[in-house]
């Protein structure tokens, strides 16, 4: 059984910096981080894979990075010079299979497992 758990939202000021956990159990090889906020759609943040591969939104790019550790079992993503409309709730979700046309990433309903939120919040 697949589950997954986040940690490390809060409240931050703009260009502060912020590091999103979640920690997994059970076999899993296509991850990604989400964000929902209020009164609009989920949208794909970030992606990797156990081959490495890695996809960005393009609004966080060179801002985020994404990184999966294989022995802890652990998703990070490290915010970097937060922005007020990076506040949303943050998701990690997670899929047993290669998640493919790689362009397919940020699309939800792809990825079956799925955590129960953070919230990050960032003031200007």
């Known amino acids: 059984q697949v589950r997954l758990v986040e940690s490390g939202g809060g409240s931050v000021q703009a260009g502060t910096p912020l590091r999103l956990s979640c920690t997994t159990s059970?076999?899993?090889?296509?991850m990604a981080w989400f964000r929902q906020a209020p009164g609009k759609e989920r949208e794909g943040v970030a992606s990797i894979n156990k081959e490495s591969t890695t996809m960005y939104k393009d609004s966080v790019k060179g801002r985020f990075t994404i990184s999966w550790d294989d022995a802890e079992k652990t998703l990070t993503l490290e915010m970097t010079s937060l922005k007020p409309e990076d506040t949303a709730m943050y998701y990690c979700a997670a899929d047993r299979r290669l998640i493919w046309p790689l362009d397919a990433w940020a699309r939800a309903d792809e990825y079956e497992y799925w955590g129960q939120g953070t919230q990050v919040t960032v003031s200007s």
């Open positions: 059970g076999w899993i090889f296509s």
